[in-house]
């Protein structure tokens, strides 16, 4: 997984939050790049929030450049060996 200031990390918080923060990197900050990152349950919500920030508040401004997926391997706390998918979409500038 690439490392950059631009980007944002899908949790828990409100969904308008991470499309705002999205929109926000591409205007007040001027980002010629922003990455989306989930893990695991928040997948589809990385998802939708790119498909909300291109689609609805930034239309033919911004795509999505790239979609890294990937996998990491982990001992949970009960000891037994976990297998959690991430997902990277990059949006750039039309």
Same mark, same amino acid.
């Given at each position: &997984?690439?490392?950059? $200031?631009?980007?944002?990390?899908? @949790?828990?918080?409100?969904? &308008?939050?991470?499309?705002? #923060? =999205? =929109?926000?990197?591409?205007?007040?900050?001027?980002?010629?790049? +922003? =990455?989306?990152?989930?893990? @695991?349950?928040?997948? !589809?919500?990385?998802?939708?929030?790119?498909?909300? !920030? #291109? *689609? /609805?508040?930034?239309? @033919?401004?911004? /795509?999505? *450049? $790239?979609?890294?997926?990937? !996998?990491?391997?982990?001992?949970?706390?009960?000891?037994? $060996? =976990? /297998?959690? !998918? #991430?997902?990277?979409? +990059? &949006?750039?500038?039309?």
């Amino acid at each position: &997984m690439t490392g950059t $200031d631009n980007s944002i990390f899908i @949790g828990t918080k409100p969904f &308008m939050n991470y499309v705002t #923060s =999205v =929109v926000m990197q591409f205007t007040a900050k001027n980002a010629e790049e +922003v =990455v989306i990152k989930a893990r @695991g349950k928040f997948i !589809s919500t990385a998802v939708d929030i790119a498909e909300v !920030s #291109s *689609k /609805r508040f930034l239309e @033919g401004k911004i /795509r999505i *450049k $790239d979609i890294k997926v990937d !996998s990491e391997q982990f001992q949970n706390k009960e000891g037994k $060996d =976990v /297998r959690v !998918s #991430s997902i990277e979409i +990059v &949006m750039c500038k039309v």
